[in-house]
């Protein structure tokens, strides 16, 4: 199924009391390219978190956010310094005595010294944490991947039609080529009369003439290789695997084909749809960017 490059999933869940929260962006990207947020003490799922994606993400430039939120603050455990605690009291005690001063002493005071504490951080499985962690990614990459399908399918469907349109000015260009060569003829034919006037005409040379004219200007070949194009991609937008880049060579040969007929035609109503195709062609190129 074709999907856009562009996309965002949200996932929260509560896992052995830890509030874990994922969320993915992305954006239009030529590869693929990860980049994550990641609380520090968790720095190392990065890398598994950017092998976790890109297992269903090919393309885009991919962005996680992980917030890891201790519910019941089992992780850290605060102890009391003893030594250094009574250590400050018989200090400010005898800076009251020796100068003089109220003892006030209270334990409001007493915590305004860091120092008084020992913090000893609950030491974590990094397995069970990723367990935990991929666990929600997984969600939220299902959601990040749904969005991407709807919209790719919006856009498959907006191809499509941009196609049939191609196909419609194609046959327009089919249809003026024979008339081209036969109005060529006509005009080499009078020309020739106003010039020779009373001299008898050749009129296997003037078809020899027009023959060669039609040569020059044939756009057969132009228009079957256009055609299998754009068969090519049809089937490209019903394939289950990444397409853009094939999407974008056979792009890059619709517009050659197309340039191709618009250097031989010499025609003002080919012209014209030589235009028309060229601006519809380029409408593509700009919507498969956005294509995994």
Same mark, same amino acid.
């Given at each position: 199924?074709?999907?856009?490059?562009?996309?965002?999933?949200?996932?929260?869940?509560?896992?052995?009391?830890?509030?874990?929260?994922?969320?993915?962006?992305?954006?239009?990207?030529?590869?693929?390219?990860?980049?994550?947020?990641?609380?520090?003490?968790?720095?190392?799922?990065?890398?598994?978190?950017?092998?976790?994606?890109?297992?269903?993400?090919?393309?885009?430039?991919?962005?996680?956010?992980?917030?890891?939120?201790?519910?019941?603050?089992?992780?850290?455990?605060?102890?009391?310094?003893?030594?250094?605690?009574?250590?400050?009291?018989?200090?400010?005690?005898?800076?009251?005595?020796?100068?003089?001063?109220?003892?006030?002493?209270?334990?409001?005071?007493?915590?305004?010294?860091?120092?008084?504490?020992?913090?000893?951080?609950?030491?974590?499985?990094?397995?069970?944490?990723?367990?935990?962690?991929?666990?929600?990614?997984?969600?939220?990459?299902?959601?990040?991947?749904?969005?991407?399908?709807?919209?790719?399918?919006?856009?498959?469907?907006?191809?499509?039609?941009?196609?049939?349109?191609?196909?419609?000015?194609?046959?327009?260009?089919?249809?003026?080529?024979?008339?081209?060569?036969?109005?060529?003829?006509?005009?080499?034919?009078?020309?020739? *009369?106003?010039?020779? +006037?009373?001299?008898? $005409?050749?009129?296997? =040379? &003037?078809?020899?003439?027009?023959?060669?004219?039609? /040569? @020059?200007?044939?756009?057969?070949?132009?228009?079957?290789?256009?055609?299998?194009?754009?068969?090519?991609?049809?089937?490209?937008?019903?394939?289950?695997?990444?397409?853009?880049?094939?999407?974008?060579?056979?792009?890059?040969?619709?517009?050659?084909?197309?340039? *191709?007929?618009?250097? +031989?035609?010499?025609? $003002?109503?080919?012209? =014209? &749809?030589?235009?028309?195709?060229?601006?519809?062609? /380029? @409408?593509?190129?700009?919507?498969?960017?956005?294509?995994?």
């Amino acid at each position: 199924m074709l999907k856009s490059m562009t996309g965002y999933g949200r996932a929260q869940q509560v896992i052995d009391g830890k509030e874990i929260l994922v969320e993915i962006r992305a954006v239009n990207h030529r590869y693929y390219e990860f980049s994550s947020r990641l609380p520090r003490a968790y720095s190392y799922l990065d890398e598994k978190l950017k092998s976790f994606l890109q297992g269903r993400v090919s393309r885009g430039k991919v962005e996680v956010s992980v917030s890891i939120n201790h519910l019941e603050g089992k992780e850290a455990q605060i102890q009391l310094n003893h030594a250094i605690a009574r250590g400050y009291i018989t200090a400010l005690r005898e800076a009251n005595a020796s100068l003089g001063l109220q003892d006030d002493l209270s334990l409001s005071e007493l915590i305004r010294f860091p120092d008084i504490f020992n913090v000893q951080k609950q030491t974590e499985d990094e397995n069970e944490i990723w367990a935990a962690v991929s666990s929600v990614a997984a969600d939220a990459l299902d959601v990040f991947v749904k969005m991407r399908e709807t919209e790719g399918a919006r856009l498959c469907a907006d191809l499509q039609q941009k196609l049939s349109g191609i196909e419609t000015m194609l046959a327009q260009v089919e249809e003026a080529v024979p008339r081209m060569t036969e109005q060529y003829r006509e005009r080499l034919y009078n020309k020739l *009369t106003e010039i020779l +006037k009373n001299v008898e $005409i050749d009129p296997q =040379r &003037v078809l020899t003439e027009a023959a060669i004219f039609s /040569e @020059k200007t044939a756009v057969d070949e132009e228009t079957v290789r256009l055609h299998s194009h754009i068969a090519q991609f049809r089937t490209l937008l019903e394939a289950t695997d990444a397409t853009g880049r094939k999407l974008d060579f056979l792009v890059q040969e619709m517009n050659r084909e197309v340039n *191709t007929i618009g250097s +031989k035609a010499q025609d $003002i109503t080919i012209t =014209r &749809v030589v235009v028309d195709l060229k601006s519809e062609i /380029e @409408k593509i190129r700009e919507q498969i960017q956005n294509l995994e």
